[in-house]
């Protein structure tokens, strides 16, 4: 008897979760008991996402079967992430119940699961979540993670710390499981580019120190100077660094003020080179730098595992657990400045080289497809689990 496969739908939004979700997406489209689909609306179109994922898992095959809810978002603030989300879910509520997959799995905490979880809540579609439990207090990103957490049916968390805080809003702890973070398995086997590559992929020759930068808009509160801090945070590493690579910000309001200082600073230094993703470059890129700088979870979370020292700036990551690789920096150019000559200290590069990565080993995805393999026999009734001893 022929053994029907499981249908999962992968909603992917931007670079900033697909990168995390390539090795996940991976292992469903190679699990023969699988039929994997991929739902988007967000930074993609079908034809974008089918590209891009040809670049960052080119094993994945997913022929006609990738889905866009609505075109992608043409503008960003506010207004317009409310009216984009609207399509969103007019696009959810209409594609799954004609899909019918038998589990969503999602990644983190963009606003745009806002629109697209709750459509397969109410229709019944068991929701796995991965990174829940995280703590980003300079985000509005923050209060989107722990909201998707109770819409979904189970969690597939970085680290233990995550883990206690799931528990915490009172998720049952069978359905908590501590899979790693599943974007660490793309460095596990990557290896550094060499300067020859480097200055091919650059098209400059590569002065040490280089550093990778990454700054996005911190987004937990209004009316910020983004582009003021991020042009002196910006310059802060152009001043103590040979190279910088530079990448675009991700899909928050405040997005054209930083890619404006990005595109004026690229014109006066000739060793500042922007790109607006790295794409299947970024692992053996990542473990070629000497530091990363800026506001990124790649900065908390991957640069660990390839043993380079990390500056994070600003309020965006603020309460992420993070490794002893990661300085702290308050926004601004002379405390910027001297968290990256700290991180190229000896001392830095030090506690960098023999760092534990807190988020995992690159084992991730694994775990996590065993998880989605059971999702669909969760229990539609979810129990609040109290926790013993907690004040009445």
């Not at 006609?64 to 317009?80: I, K, N, Q, S, T």
């Not at 991020?230 to 899909?251: I, R, S």
């Not at 807190?358 to 694994?366: E, F, I, L, V, W």
């Amino acid at each position: 008897m022929t053994r029907t496969p499981q249908r999962v739908a992968v909603f992917v939004g931007t670079r900033a979760d697909l990168g995390p979700l390539s090795p996940v997406i991976t292992a469903l489209a190679d699990d023969p008991d699988v039929e994997l689909h991929l739902l988007t609306g967000v930074a993609y179109d079908v034809d974008s996402l089918a590209s891009a994922l040809r670049d960052v898992a080119p094993h994945a095959v997913v022929d006609g079967r990738l889905h866009a809810l609505c075109p992608p978002v043409e503008h960003l603030d506010p207004a317009a992430v409310v009216r984009h989300g609207a399509h969103l879910a007019e696009g959810a509520g209409r594609l799954l119940p004609a899909l019918r997959p038998d589990t969503l799995v999602v990644l983190g905490d963009r606003w745009e699961l806002l629109h697209v979880v709750p459509a397969a809540f109410l229709l019944g579609i068991p929701v796995v979540h991965l990174h829940g439990g995280e703590v980003t207090e300079g985000a509005v990103d923050e209060r989107v993670r722990h909201a998707v957490t109770k819409l979904a049916d189970q969690h597939c968390v970085a680290s233990p710390d995550a883990a206690r805080r799931v528990r915490q809003m009172g998720e049952p702890a069978d359905r908590v499981h501590v899979t790693g973070a599943p974007g660490l398995d793309r460095l596990a086997s990557s290896t550094a580019l060499t300067d020859a590559e480097l200055a091919d992929l650059l098209g400059v020759p590569v002065l040490r120190p280089l550093a990778m930068f990454t700054y996005h808009p911190p987004t937990a509160e209004g009316d910020l100077p983004v582009g003021e801090w991020a042009a002196e945070a910006l310059q802060a590493t152009l001043d103590t660094c040979g190279t910088v690579l530079a990448t675009h910000p991700g899909l928050d309001t405040g997005r054209e003020e930083i890619l404006a200082v990005l595109e004026q600073a690229a014109l006066d230094h000739p060793q500042l080179v922007v790109v607006e993703s790295l794409g299947s470059r970024y692992p053996r890129a990542l473990h070629a730098v000497d530091v990363v700088v800026g506001n990124s979870s790649s900065g908390i979370i991957e640069a660990a595992s390839a043993h380079v020292p990390a500056v994070d700036v600003g309020e965006r990551q603020r309460g992420r657990l993070r490794g002893d690789n990661v300085i702290h920096a308050a926004e601004g150019y002379a405390a910027v400045r001297a968290a990256i000559e700290r991180a190229l200290s000896p001392e830095g590069r030090a506690a960098a080289a023999v760092v534990v990565n807190p988020y995992g080993r690159g084992d991730a995805a694994a775990r996590v497809l065993a998880v989605v393999r059971r999702a669909p026999a969760s229990d539609r009734t979810k129990p609040f689990a109290e926790i013993e001893g907690a004040d009445r």
